[in-house]
């Protein structure tokens, strides 16, 4: 059974002559970013968790003033007879530790030390991580193979025990934690950003 011309022409159609045809549109990375971001619900829980933590870390001393418990005061009144803290109560709303002082106000001025302590560390590492990866992937050679022993050789290190020892040593402190976490933090840094210099530098665009 034929088909006739009409037929055809309905079934096939042909673009344009004058007409461009439609690409893809390239996403950039902070697209593509976001884009999984919004389907990832663990991460959504995530940044929802860690912006309610940032605001209650920032606001602590509004927390203070609110509720009238400076994070050192010593309430005498909050242990019993057997020097046993309290549990929690409408003006407590975590309790008191063992000398009195409210926990929910010290709770929040602990956060503004933990986010201050992630985020220099955090600083610290990355710019420690992409300098040594750019300079392991670009130059190559013997510079990589002496940096990525150099990374080898510091994650093999166990990370809580020269902690503890440097603790012990130095005392704690938040210079010292801080140290800690980015120079254990690094190796990882530099390998991701290692390997991606290794891949666009064997790109057709980069060796033109």
């Known amino acids: ?40 619900k663990l991460a959504i829980a995530g ?3 860690i912006i309610v933590m940032l605001l209650l870390a920032l ?9 009238g418990h400076p994070y050192d005061k ?3 009144d909050r242990t019993d007879a057997f020097g046993i803290p309290l549990g929690p109560t409408n003006s407590f ?11 929910f106000v010290r709770m929040l001025y602990g956060a503004r030390v933990s986010l201050r302590i ?22 190559g050679g013997a510079i990589d ?16 025990l020269l902690g503890i ?9 938040e210079t010292l934690v801080i140290f800690i976490i980015a120079f254990f933090g690094w190796p990882y840094i530099a390998r991701i950003v290692r390997g991606q210099v290794l891949s666009l530098r064997e790109s057709q665009f980069v060796e033109a």
């Open 118 to 139: 992630a985020f220099l560390a955090t600083g610290v590492e990355v710019g420690i991580g992409v300098l040594v990866g750019l300079m392991s992937g670009f130059r």
């Open 74 to 76: 010593l309430f005498t």
């Open 1 to 40: 059974m034929t088909q006739s011309a009409t037929d055809l022409s309905t079934s096939f159609q042909v673009a344009p002559a004058g007409g461009e045809p439609e690409g893809i549109q390239a996403r950039s990375p902070r697209q593509l970013f976001w884009s999984r971001f919004r389907e990832d």
């Open 47 to 49: 940044g929802v968790a």
């Open 145 to 160: 193979v002496g940096l990525s022993r150099l990374m080898d050789l510091v994650l093999s290190i166990p990370f809580l």
């Open 93 to 103: 709303w975590f309790g008191s530790d063992d000398l009195g002082r409210d926990l």
């Open 165 to 173: 020892s440097l603790a012990v040593a130095v005392g704690a402190s």
């Open 59 to 67: 606001s602590a001393p509004i927390w203070e003033s609110i509720t």
